[in-house]
Every structure is written in structure tokens, then in C-alpha cells.
């Protein structure tokens, strides 16, 4: 059983169209987490929801907004697509922060090709 | 920016033991020492993490030093699946504001 899933693992897209990202974690895990890792292969938060509240937004633009509609889900949704949006996004997931900084399971990846 | 230093890169020949160092000078009595491995084309993987007294799990051992300013990733026996980005990460045990800041890691070659 796959703990972190991610679909779609692949997705090409052009300029200026919306897309979606979904991740669901079998865990029982109460946050969730959005990581973009580059073409420098540098790994960076977006988000993080715990029990469907956002807890971090790392100063990424209005364009790309995570929803949760439960603590088992967090989908990446992205209007208006950029060439700068090529990435790869790692979905994760953990127990609650700051009770002892237990580990983070990470999904597969999706990665993001925008042309 | 990563709290964490640690060499760019390191070789090191299959079936021998590995060290991998992190330098950590600035941290907090509160914050846990994680490392974490990306194999390629993976996501991340989460190998150890300890606080002040060294750990051992079925994947490697974590020596921290006795100031804490600094730890070391120990692989046991390497293998060529070990291959990988190895990153060390300093994360707050209370802050429930907690996130996982990547640096650049240790790029690991396993030389057969």
C-alpha cells in the first residue's frame, strides 16, 4: 500500500492553462505539506495544512491555492500557468509539528512541464 | 536558508562504511537533527533523526556530537542503492509552525 500518492505523476500543459494536483496520504497523518523542487534540484515548502487549517504559505504566488477537504487530502490547484511553474511537486505528510518533529513521509512526485 | 553545511559531495566504495558529516553550529536546544535521502527520480526519504544521544535504526546510525554543533550520518555497509542526495535538517520539536528546510545535501557515490 502506497503510504503517499500523488496523481498524476506526469502532467504537460501549456502557458496560461489551470491544473490540478492531487495527494492523498493512508497514514492517519493530521498535516500535510507541498514541496516544488527545481530544475536545480533545490526542494522548497509551498504549504502546509494541519487538520484542514493552512498552517504555512512560503510566499508563493496567489495563482496556486491548496485545498483539503480532509485531513487525508491536499490537492495543488495552479491557474494560469507559467514556464516557471516546471517543476517537480512532492506532496508529504507527517504527524502534527512540534510534538517531538517526527519524520515526513513524502509522496513520488508530479512533475510539472509547462510549455 | 538551511540551517545545515555539509560537503557537496563524497564517494565511497560498496560494502564499506560511510560517514556523512553535518556541521549545525547555530542550533537551538530545541531542534531535532533529521536526515533525509532523495534516491533518484524519488521523492525524499526520511532515514533518522535524534536529539542530543546517538540513534540507531535498521538504516544507519546518527552520532551527534556532545556540543550538538555538528553530526554524522553513519552507513553501515554501503550498497549502490545508496546512492543518492543525503540531507541533513534541523527541525523544531515545539513549533508547531515547523518546516523542513532543504539545503543542498551530500551527493553520495557508491563506487562498485
Known amino acids: 500500500d502506497t503510504a503517499v500518492s500523488q496523481t498524476p505523476k506526469y502532467l504537460v500543459t501549456q502557458m496560461g492553462n489551470d491544473k490540478s494536483i492531487k495527494c492523498e496520504q493512508n497514514l492517519g497523518h493530521d498535516t500535510m505539506y507541498w514541496y516544488k523542487q527545481d530544475s536545480k534540484k533545490f526542494l522548497k515548502i509551498m504549504f502546509s495544512?494541519?487538520?484542514?487549517?493552512?498552517?504555512i504559505n512560503e510566499t508563493v504566488p496567489n495563482r496556486f491555492s491548496p485545498k483539503s477537504p480532509d485531513k487525508a487530502h491536499l490537492n495543488l490547484h495552479i491557474n494560469s500557468l507559467e514556464l516557471g511553474d516546471s517543476a517537480v511537486y512532492f506532496c508529504?505528510?507527517?504527524?502534527?509539528?512540534?510534538?517531538?518533529?517526527?519524520?515526513?513521509?513524502f509522496g513520488p512526485g508530479t512533475r510539472l512541464t509547462v510549455t | 536558508d538551511a540551517k545545515t553545511t555539509q560537503p557537496n559531495s563524497m564517494e565511497s566504495n560498496e560494502e564499506e562504511p560511510v560517514h556523512l558529516p553535518c556541521n549545525h553550529s547555530t542550533i537551538s536546544g530545541t531542534d531535532y537533527i533529521h536526515w533525509y535521502r532523495q534516491l533518484p527520480s524519488q521523492g525524499p526519504e526520511y532515514v533518522i533523526h535524534g536529539l542530543t544521544s546517538n540513534v540507531n535504526n535498521r538504516m544507519a546510525s546518527l552520532a551527534i556530537a556532545e556540543d550538538r554543533k555538528s553530526s554524522t550520518l553513519i552507513l553501515h555497509r554501503a550498497t549502490l542503492r545508496d546512492a543518492a542526495v543525503y540531507y541533513c535538517?534541523?527541525?523544531?520539536?515545539?513549533?508547531?509552525?515547523?518546516?523542513?528546510?532543504f539545503g543542498k545535501g551530500t551527493r553520495l557515490h557508491i563506487l562498485p
Open positions: 495544512y494541519n487538520n484542514k487549517e493552512l498552517i
Open positions: 508529504a505528510s507527517s504527524q502534527t509539528p512540534g510534538q517531538g518533529a517526527g519524520e515526513q513521509y
Open positions: 535538517i534541523l527541525r523544531d520539536g515545539v513549533d508547531r509552525d515547523d518546516k523542513i528546510i
